[in-house]
């Protein structure tokens, strides 16, 4: 079984940063993209970012020069450093991995902004 599991959501008033951790565990070989998404209530899930297994990143406009996403590929794990967050980044993030056609998720962590 592989599964992803995201840790370092909160609690974080206006203006905060947090830092959000996903591990792989189980048999898998490769990995070749990780991402991190989320879903606001009532919305539907939506790409924050995303990194390749050579490192390329790609980010949603809205978090575009506040948010970094990282991996470690010798633990297994991925990483996304939020800054400067607004009550929009709100809602629950979920890290995904990618091996070949085959995507694993995560259950998700709540983050939650303050104004």
């Known amino acids: 079984q592989v599964q992803p599991v995201e840790s370092g959501g909160g609690l974080v008033q206006a203006g905060g940063s947090l830092r959000l951790s996903c591990a792989v565990s189980g048999s898998i070989f490769v990995i070749n993209d990780m991402g991190w998404y989320r879903q606001a209530p009532g919305k539907q899930r939506e790409l924050v970012a995303a990194i390749t297994s050579a490192g390329s990143t790609n980010y949603a406009d809205s978090v575009k020069g506040r948010f970094t996403i990282s991996r470690d590929n010798a633990k297994k794990m991925g990483y996304l450093q939020m800054n400067s967050l607004s009550p929009e980044d709100t809602g629950v993030y979920y890290c995904?991995?990618?091996?070949?056609?085959?995507?694993?998720w995560g259950r998700g962590t709540q983050v939650t902004v303050s104004s």
């Open positions: 995904n991995a990618r091996q070949g056609v085959r995507w694993y």
